[in-house]
């Protein structure tokens, strides 16, 4: 009797052969087909948005060294007569006054040059958005809210705020 108990039926050992079967198979097949596009695309767009990424890193590190190297180019003239005027042993008070107003005309075109405008001028309407009011006076010949002194220029570059400027508001 163990005999009969250790044999196993013939059809226990493979699945029978159906119809469906290679159909089943076929199925299986064109599945795993479909993943490895999908996977292959997968890897394809990933390495893609991989050297998007270095790309665009590359490409604002370019554009800072750029605008840096611009505004730094704007400045140096100013920086050498500065030095020149501080070479001069002999000049005159009045000499160094011309000197000095001509170096304030060269920043003013620089930054014209830049993009950058002063904000918060005398008689302008404060606004705190651009200028911060360190004191407030009462002055009849002032409007309200009028800035009567400047303690620091402010400055904009576009719609940005580079510095606030350091003012005195009347009345």
Known sequence: ???????????????PETEETPNLEEKLEKLRHELDEHKQQYLRVLAEYDNFRKRTANEKSAIYNNAVSDTVQAILPIADNIGLALSQENASGDDMRKGVE??????????EKLGITSVGQIGDSFDPNLCNAIAHVEDENMGENVISQVY????MLGDRVVRHAVVQVAN
């Not at 009797?1 to 699945?15: D, S």
């Not at 001509?102 to 930054?111: E, L, R, V, W, Y």
């Open 1 to 15: 009797m163990k005999e009969k108990e250790e044999k196993m039926p013939p059809e226990a050992e493979a699945p």
């Open 102 to 111: 001509m170096i304030q005309t060269q920043i003013d075109a620089a930054f």
């Open 152 to 155: 620091q220029k402010g400055y």
